[in-house]
Every structure is written in structure tokens, then in C-alpha cells.
């Protein structure tokens, strides 16, 4: 059985920082990308990062470069979302989620998904 857990969210104010964590159990990280992804109320979801730890690929939206850093664990089987200067526009539920992934982490079916943090940032 595939399961994503979020942990790592809060408030914070503009300008600082998480990291999220996203421990993942039933998948492994040769086979499996891992994304994340936010909801902000009365929005669409949107990517925001991936990693496919095994092949050394990472991808960021516009919106993440430059301020997210996203990594994993293998040997504890999570992946972090480093977020630094946040801006309260970043104020949304974020999900992790996993996909069977031949390479990379763009252009597959993201299938398992976690239950959510949220992060709200305050002006």
C-alpha cells in the first residue's frame, strides 16, 4: 500500500522559511517521482516542484526557482521542500504526490497522493 505523509507546514511571515517533508512508504524512489504540488482557496492546483532522485532530476515552476529547494532522503524514503523567502502569495495546501516514473519526474500520472499541510504566510 502506497502512502505519502506531509508534515512541515505552518505560519510563518514573509521572508522566512520551511521546510516541508513528505515520507513516503510502498514506493521506491528507483521507480517512483515525487512532486509537489499547492491549492490555494478558490484556485486549481498547481505544480510547484518534482524529483527523480534515481536519475538525478529535479524541476522547479516558475514560481519555485530561485526560493525552493527540493531533495530527498533515500535511506529515510522523504523528500523536502526547502522554502525560503516566502511570499504570502505561497499561502496555499501543499501535497506531495507519487508517480511510476521510467525518468524524470515531468509528464507522468501522479497517482498517490498525501492528505495535505498548509503553509500560510503572513504580510
Known amino acids: 500500500e502506497v502512502q505519502l505523509v506531509e508534515s512541515g507546514g505552518g505560519l510563518v511571515q514573509a521572508g522566512g522559511s520551511l521546510r516541508l517533508s513528505c515520507a513516503a512508504s510502498?514506493?521506491?524512489?528507483?521507480?517512483?517521482?515525487i512532486g509537489w504540488f499547492r491549492q490555494a482557496p478558490g484556485k486549481e492546483r498547481e505544480g510547484v516542484s518534482c524529483?527523480?532522485?534515481?536519475?538525478?532530476?529535479?524541476y522547479y515552476t516558475d514560481s519555485a526557482k530561485g526560493r525552493f529547494t527540493i531533495s530527498s532522503d533515500n535511506a529515510k524514503n522523504t523528500v523536502y521542500l526547502q522554502m525560503n523567502n516566502l511570499k504570502p502569495e505561497d499561502t496555499a495546501v501543499y501535497y506531495c504526490?507519487?508517480?511510476?516514473?521510467?525518468?524524470?519526474?515531468?509528464?507522468?500520472?501522479?497517482?498517490?497522493w498525501g492528505q495535505g499541510t498548509q503553509v500560510t504566510v503572513s504580510s
Open positions: 510502498g514506493v521506491t524512489f528507483d521507480d517512483y517521482a
Open positions: 524529483i527523480k532522485s534515481s536519475d538525478g532530476i529535479t
Open positions: 504526490a507519487a508517480a511510476a516514473s521510467d525518468y524524470g519526474c515531468i509528464g507522468y500520472d501522479y497517482d498517490y
